[in-house]
């Protein structure tokens, strides 16, 4: 059982180029989520999508775009990388939002140049 | 707006001594509380969780948390740690109002021996 599986697990990219981080659960879960975790500040929520045709802003969004492919996948798009996006990204997800637990990817590690 | 405050960035500890990492946080509704545990190079794995009924809530590898409302506090204990526990923990609020999990910004957990 994979659980929640991200790619790449790292990537370097110079300002201005884009990539899609991909994700995708194989738990049936109704919820998923995108975050990045920055040295000293915790996990930031960047977007979410509480089920399936659904995606809502988190807490900072600019910069991203995000698509809930299906119920299994949910990708996060840089469309110009800057400087400031290095961190380390996770997709979690949940069967649904408010009192389930989320299960994490293991991330992946992004720097930008 | 949910938010949560972890006070210690760092707590430093001898092994089999006992611990305690301290959270609080603040919402207008009722709330969901839960402990995150992340080893290095991994994503994060639930600890425990507070949803409802007993405020004592137990969790994986020994650790324990008190819900207390009066204080809006949801501090970690564990009676005696390894050096296994060394990691970071992250503590996480919910609410009814909400899909959206809110993390703090983490306590790094060093055990000595």
């Known amino acids: 059982n994979a659980g929640v599986t991200q790619t790449p697990k790292f990537q370097v990219l110079k300002t201005g180029q884009s990539m899609t981080l991909q994700c995708a659960q194989d738990m049936n879960h109704n919820s998923m989520y995108w975050y990045r975790q920055d040295p000293g500040m915790g996990l930031r929520l960047i977007y979410y999508s509480a089920s399936e045709g659904t995606t809502d802003k988190g807490e900072v969004p600019n910069g991203y775009n995000v698509s809930r492919l299906n119920k299994r996948e949910f990708s996060l798009r840089l469309e110009s990388a800057a400087p400031s996006q290095t961190s380390v990204y996770f997709c979690a997800s949940s069967p649904t939002g408010q009192n389930s637990p989320l299960h994490f990817g293991n991330g992946t590690r992004l720097t930008v140049t | 707006a949910q938010s949560v405050t972890q006070l210690d960035s760092q707590v430093p500890v001898f092994e089999e001594a006992p611990v305690e990492l301290r959270c609080n946080y603040s919402?207008?509704?009722?709330?969901?509380l839960f402990w995150y545990v992340q080893y290095p190079n991994q994503g994060l794995q639930l600890l425990l969780k507070?949803?409802?009924?007993?405020?004592l809530v137990k969790g994986i590898n020994g650790f324990e948390a008190e819900f207390n409302k009066s204080q809006t506090s949801f501090h970690l204990r564990k009676p005696s740690v390894h050096i296994s526990d060394t990691a970071e923990y992250f503590c996480a609020v919910s609410d009814s109002n909400t899909d959206k999990l809110i993390f703090g910004t983490g306590t790094r957990l060093q055990v000595f021996p």
């Open positions: 919402s207008s509704v009722s709330v969901y």
């Open positions: 507070y949803l409802s009924g007993s405020t």
